[in-house]
């Protein structure tokens, strides 16, 4: 479960009283400081949680480095202390992104009576330049093999993996004059390919390997495009790629889509989740997007109603697989 950076006691207690047992969280520029880190912690674990994966916004979602802009090289110096200082910390993964514009969002939709983020990718596709000109693929492409090469080393050293969240929405078009790197099951092996080549025989050990978050909502959205979501988790389960799994739902594939309920959208997310326990996978499994229930009264609720439809999920998989 997401928790803030800087929790309160509640809101840990509240992990716990889900059934929770691990968190994560995005830290600001000034927490990503190993002392800072290594309190978050162990204040963590008073609450009999684990600490599983620690991101920063400025670092995994940078412009500067996927676009290879002035500055690039302070920026992944920022991310190498950034996973020095996780390692010390005793936190294994962190996560980033190759989204140089985030996540694209277009007018919010509604689903069962509730605000949502709507995508429409006809809209999105006239919008203007975001970087002044259009980029080549290959462009980007040897921008994350630059990336890989300056952080691959740094990662195994500290024994912290690396977790690639594809490009959301996953558009086989560029956006605002911008290719979606990772869109595809063919993209995430284009780039754990160059990612071994980097890291030769690091590639078999710790952080030298790098990792994906599988998004249920991006496999569902890119659809047919994005390739076959059963098949992507029984491979990348198998390769030991997912380290987090973010369990999402949308109402439909590109070109447009609202964001569900977990228990309203077009994706089966029983059978998702029944496949995760069938290919072994062992990592960390986090609500993703959620729409939120109206009113203050409901603050929190949208969590705790997706958990629990998770672990609904999860014991029936369980019990009908014959698993503990």
């Not at 995005?26 to 684990?50: F, H, M, S």
């Not at 991006?218 to 389960?237: K, M, N, P, S, V």
């Amino acid at each position: 479960m997401f928790v803030e950076p800087d929790p309160a006691d509640d809101e840990l207690r509240f992990a716990r009283q889900l059934g929770v047992d691990c968190v994560y969280t995005w830290v600001k520029p000034e927490q990503r400081a190993y002392e800072y880190l290594a309190r978050l912690r162990e204040r963590v674990e008073q609450y009999g949680l684990r600490l599983y994966n620690v991101g920063n916004i400025a670092a995994a979602k940078n412009d500067k480095i996927h676009l290879a802009l002035p500055g690039r090289d302070r920026a992944i110096a920022d991310f190498q202390a950034f996973v020095r200082d996780l390692g010390r910390a005793g936190i294994g993964v962190t996560t980033f992104t190759w989204e140089p514009t985030q996540v694209w969002s277009s007018a919010p939709g509604e689903t069962r009576g509730a605000e949502t983020r709507g995508v429409d990718l006809d809209e999105m596709r006239r919008r203007p330049f975001t970087h002044g000109r259009v980029y080549s693929e290959d462009e980007l492409w040897d921008n994350f093999a630059y990336f890989m090469r300056q952080m691959l080393p740094v990662c195994a050293e500290a024994g912290v993996r690396l977790a690639l969240h594809p490009n959301d929405p996953p558009s086989p078009y560029p956006l605002g004059g911008i290719p979606c790197l990772i869109h595809s099951f063919d993209t995430y092996r284009r780039a754990f390919a160059i990612a071994d080549s980097i890291a030769g025989s690091r590639a078999a050990a710790g952080g030298g390997r790098l990792g994906m978050e599988f998004c249920c909502g991006c496999w569902l959205e890119g659809g047919a495009g994005f390739g076959d979501i059963f098949t992507g988790i029984r491979t990348f389960t198998a390769d030991d790629r997912i380290l987090i799994v973010h369990f999402r739902n949308v109402s439909a594939p590109l070109p447009y889509f609202v964001e569900t309920f977990l228990d309203n959208g077009y994706g089966d997310m029983y059978a998702i989740m029944k496949t995760f326990v069938e290919a072994g996978y062992r990592g960390t499994m986090i609500l993703d997007h959620t729409p939120k229930f109206v009113g203050e009264y409901a603050r929190g609720g949208g969590t705790a109603y997706a958990i629990g439809y998770m672990r609904a999920l999860l014991e029936r998989a369980l019990d009908e697989l014959g698993r503990s």
